[in-house]
């Protein structure tokens, strides 16, 4: 695992999406696995500026969801489907049949969750993953306890991503209380792993997951174990320190 600090995360962003850009100009096809959530929105942004710059062209991308509530349908505005779409599908021009998603309500969701990890798993697994830290140290959905081979799996979350999720939401009433999670035996074998850190609130879960101890109590806490990981960090959450 490497860390990177930068100022702020303007430059977070940038660096974040060169890295991308030259990982996309090297395998235009490059399967890349993308989370929603604020965090990785403006990494999403920077790409979408250098693709209309001409600086990279993302539209022959394979993309990954990364997970889905359970119970939620593409129309609703809470579709973390539709969030991938709008904040990065349709922006960079990837044609959806180049998207491996998870079915909207799918009328047995661990047949599903079977179903997309074989997919993954068809197509030589992921590239790259695009990830953020939730506030309890979860990447994806996995939720603690969360061990390094928990596989793509439907779970239940935990109060704390309650808590977290309903500021997109309008309150933890109206976040779903399952989910479908890319597993962590996906996420940990992608071949490059960009985790997006910013934000003070982060600050005490960062320091868990790069100095703490690695346990399923802070599944982030595996990367220290894997050298293909960057981590990405604002000053806010790494405390004030720059590089
Ligand atoms: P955030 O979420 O972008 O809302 O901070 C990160 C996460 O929960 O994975």
């Known amino acids: 695992m490497k860390l990177e600090i930068c100022p702020d995360i303007e430059t977070v962003s940038q660096i974040a999406a060169e890295r991308l850009a030259t990982m996309i100009r090297a395998k235009p096809d490059l399967g890349i696995v993308v989370a929603t959530g604020n965090t990785p929105m403006p990494v999403y942004a920077e790409l979408v500026r250098m693709q209309a710059r001409g600086e990279v062209d993302c539209r022959n991308l394979r993309v990954f969801q990364l997970d889905a509530y359970l119970g939620i349908n593409d129309d609703d505005p809470r579709s973390l489907f539709g969030w991938m779409m709008r904040s990065f599908i349709t922006p960079l021009g990837i044609a959806p049949e180049n998207v491996v998603r998870f079915a909207a309500l799918p009328p047995d969701p661990p047949a599903e969750c079977l179903s997309y990890a074989a997919k993954v798993r068809a197509m030589g697994g992921y590239d790259v993953a695009v990830l953020g830290l939730g506030p309890n140290g979860h990447l994806g959905f996995n939720e603690p ?3 390094d081979d928990a ?13 977290s999720n309903g500021h997109y939401w309008g309150g933890p009433d109206a976040v779903p209380r399952q989910s479908m999670t890319a597993g962590m035996d996906l996420l940990l074998s992608a071949r490059a792993i960009l985790l997006v850190v910013t934000g003070s609130r982060k600050q005490i879960i960062l320091n868990q997951t790069l100095h703490g ?10 990367l220290q174990t894997r050298p293909q990981a960057l981590i990405l960090a604002d000053a806010d959450a790494a405390g004030g320190k720059t590089a």
């Open 213 to 222: 101890p690695v346990t399923p109590q802070v599944p982030a806490s595996y």
């Open 145 to 147: 306890p969360s061990a």
């Open 151 to 163: 596989p793509t799996r439907v779970v239940a979350l935990t109060e704390q991503s309650v808590a």
